[in-house]
């Protein structure tokens, strides 16, 4: 079961750069999201969506760009990397109920901005 | 303003000896307390749901309360593969989704 992927595990940038950050999911979950961890803090929240065509800001979303063009995928773009996005990048994914439901992550993205 | 303090920050316990990780919150409106485990280069595992105040949920050596304050995890008789950083998040307003956690607690289970 492969659960949250994320692509790729490790990534060294310089200034300036732009990547994308790869994530799909294979549980057909509505909801995904994109959280950054650093040391000494806990996950915050960049960008999420509730489903195919949504997405919305969370508490640290500027220097990046999401989009969901299909339920599976949610890639994370950073258009201008800066050293202060040096960071471990983790997505997410979880069901729509009304309940909150766990979210499901994937192994993180290690990122280095030189 | 909404926020989640996980204490300790550390914890080193011995094979065997039982101990509670704390979890406190100040979020209006809790929609769900989640516990998660993370081991080093890896992503956060889930481990528990809690929803309402009285609430408890086991699994092994794990067991999770709630209040309406604060949560609980009590590990007993840990073994050295329990050692990990716990984290706990609430969920905080906008999508049911969203979630603020804490900054974990690293625990460290010696034989």
């Known amino acids: 079961n492969a659960g949250v992927t994320q692509t790729p595990k490790f990534q060294v940038l310089k200034t300036g750069q732009s990547m994308t950050l790869q994530c799909a999911q294979d549980m057909n979950h509505e909801y995904m999201s994109w959280y950054r961890q650093d040391p000494g803090m806990g996950l915050r929240l960049i960008h999420y969506?509730?489903?195919?065509?949504?997405?919305d800001q969370g508490e640290v979303p500027n220097g990046y760009n999401v989009s969901r063009s299909t339920t599976e995928d949610f890639p994370l773009r950073l258009l201008s990397a800066a050293p202060s996005q040096t960071s471990v990048y983790f997505c997410?994914?979880?069901?729509?109920?009304?309940?909150?439901?766990?979210?499901?992550f994937g192994d993180g993205t290690r990122l280095s901005i030189l | 303003e909404d926020q989640v303090t996980q204490s300790p920050e550390a914890l080193r316990l011995q094979e065997g000896e039982s101990s509670s990780l704390n979890c406190s919150y100040t979020v209006s409106g809790l929609r769900g307390l989640f516990w998660y485990r993370q081991d080093p280069g890896k992503g956060p595992e889930f481990l528990f749901t809690l929803y309402s105040a009285g609430e408890e949920k086991e699994k092994e050596r794990l067991k999770a309360t709630l209040t309406k304050k604060e949560s609980f995890l009590h590990i007993t008789a840990p073994k050295p593969e329990d050692s990990a950083t716990y984290l706990c998040?609430?969920?905080?307003?906008?999508?049911?989704?969203?979630?603020?956690f804490g900054k974990g607690t690293k625990l460290s289970v010696k034989p």
């Open positions: 997410a994914s979880s069901q729509q109920s009304s309940r909150n439901q766990p979210q499901h």
């Open positions: 998040a609430v969920n905080y307003g906008g999508s049911q989704g969203n979630l603020i």
């Open positions: 969506s509730v489903g195919a065509g949504i997405t």
